[in-house]
């Protein structure tokens, strides 16, 4: 509970007297004051129901029982950090580890994706002995300086950034509007091929590659899905060229994809990278994330002589949070109820596409489906300004969805992983009828006929 109740107007007032001006809002012109939540539901302060469609965050749905009881239960008992011995700590690391292939034994933990990922490029660099990063285009991995700089969705929109000179940023795989689509013979290879040409510059100019890294799907970049065999050929010829890859699971992991625990299993049992990093729905709201590497990669960095260690990272009320998350993807079979859903999801929204034309493509796996609006399926045109007014007509209807991609036209789905079918249905039908009024808005023949 809040220490008071504020009026929604004070609320706003004290929020723009006293937080910075860059941290946006959801519905700026007309934000949700959200005061609980349970399950796939948010409620704002008059007892208002809203269906969160995008908070990956409360991956096993809004507080829990089970991971709220966890988290106050050791949290009763103890907190400390990790330099003293506790079960909690190593328990959870081996339940973790058991999820991933055997070569991906050694954990380090940290309190959020930002984190993770500043880490995992410290440990790259330490390993190879090299600083070049490849990432890829509209790509974002976290907010703190070394992520900036690897992260296009956010240093291109700074009017005087310059990129990094060890930064390179390759084409997004993306087989809808990317350099190479749906129709080209061998998309994957293709998309390859522009890792070697980054990795073959790099070289002429006598330096050598640290790392790749990717979300293993693209999520602020569009809900991307890379082609099949793109990450087993990237992979190949970044450690031909002494660097390693890095899988970013920060929002897509712990079975969201439905048909695997880890998004970048989609891309076949003989791809595994060299470090994965973790967050977002691993603590179900609460600030946990973890690195994942192999024996050798941990080795290496211990080889620098420099103690690692993080005051929060690990602690027990974590790690017990952490082990009741699992305890509930497996006792509640959200994994397969991602997979199940998932798929009534798409299937719905493919047959809404063959009825309204601002509908351009339906991609996604499980609980994690992206729906780009263009305003010609020829052109490709982005609908951005039809998004925004589909995600406030929503609103309106006590549905919470987000737009994003480079063009801020993908509608995002990446609900709670207990969503379920009538959600779907729920969420489809107000859809339909906001893009059918909209079309009878522009075009009345449509609805005459």
């Known amino acids: 509970m ?10 706003i007032d004290l929020r723009k007297k006293h937080i910075g001006p860059s941290c946006k809002i959801f519905f700026s012109h007309d934000p949700i004051k959200i005061v609980r939540a ?15 469609c995008i908070n990956n965050v409360a991956h096993v749905g809004h507080c829990h029982p089970d991971v709220v009881t966890a988290g106050a239960q050791q949290m009763e008992m103890l907190n400390t950090n990790t330099r003293f011995l506790h079960d909690n700590l190593v328990l959870y690391a081996q339940r973790l580890q058991a999820t991933l292939p055997d070569k991906l034994s050694v954990c380090y933990f940290v309190n959020s994706g930002s984190e993770a990922n500043d880490l995992a490029l410290r440990l790259a660099r330490q390993y190879t002995g090299n600083k070049d990063i490849i990432t890829l285009e509209n790509a974002y991995h976290g907010h703190v300086s070394s992520l900036i700089d690897i992260s296009p969705y956010k240093f291109h929109q700074l009017s005087d950034a310059e990129q990094s000179q060890f930064v390179h940023v390759a084409p997004s795989p993306d087989v809808y509007r990317g350099k190479y689509r749906a129709g080209h013979p061998d998309p994957a290879t ?13 070289h002429k100019k006598g330096r050598k590659i640290a790392a790749f890294i990717a979300e293993s799907l693209q999520s602020c970049g569009g809900q991307v899905i890379p082609p099949v065999g793109y990450f087993q050929q990237v992979a190949e010829l970044v450690r031909k060229a002494g660097g390693i ?16 625990f880890w998004a970048f299993q ?11 990093t973790m967050g977002k729905p691993i603590g179900n709201g609460h600030p ?13 960095f211990m080889s620098s002589g420099m103690e690692y260690f993080n005051t929060f990272g690990g602690n027990p009320v974590s790690c017990a949070i952490g082990l009741a998350v699992l305890d509930v993807i497996e006792k509640e079979n959200l994994q397969g109820n991602a997979l199940q859903v998932g798929q009534y999801l798409t299937n719905r929204l493919e047959k809404l596409k063959e009825k309204h034309l601002l509908i351009g493509d339906i991609r996604g796996r499980g609980l994690f489906v992206g729906v780009e609006l263009v ?3 020829a052109k490709l045109t982005p609908a951005t300004a039809e998004a925004q007014e589909v995600i406030y007509k929503l609103k309106e209807q006590h549905i919470l969805l987000s737009a994003d991609g480079p063009h801020r036209n993908v509608l995002k789905f990446k609900p709670p992983l207990c969503f ?29 006929q």
């Open 245 to 260: 890859f890095i899988a970013d699971e920060v929002q897509v992991g712990f079975g969201r994809i439905g048909s695997d």
């Open 375 to 377: 305003r010609d399926r």
């Open 190 to 202: 293709a998309y390859a091929d522009e890792v070697k040409k980054i990795i073959n510059n790099v």
């Open 38 to 52: 349970k399950g796939q539901y948010m409620y704002d302060e008059n007892g208002q129901q809203y269906l969160d």
């Open 2 to 11: 809040s220490v008071q109740e504020l009026e929604k107007k004070k609320t």
């Open 420 to 448: 379920t079918t009538e959600d779907v249905d729920l969420v489809v039908e107000k859809l339909d009828l906001i893009l059918t009024v909209r079309e009878c808005r522009y075009c009345p023949l449509i609805c005459i």
């Open 266 to 276: 989609l891309q076949g049992q003989d791809f595994v990278p060299d470090i994965i």
């Open 288 to 300: 946990l994330s973890c690195v994942v590497t192999t024996r050798e990669v941990a080795e290496a």
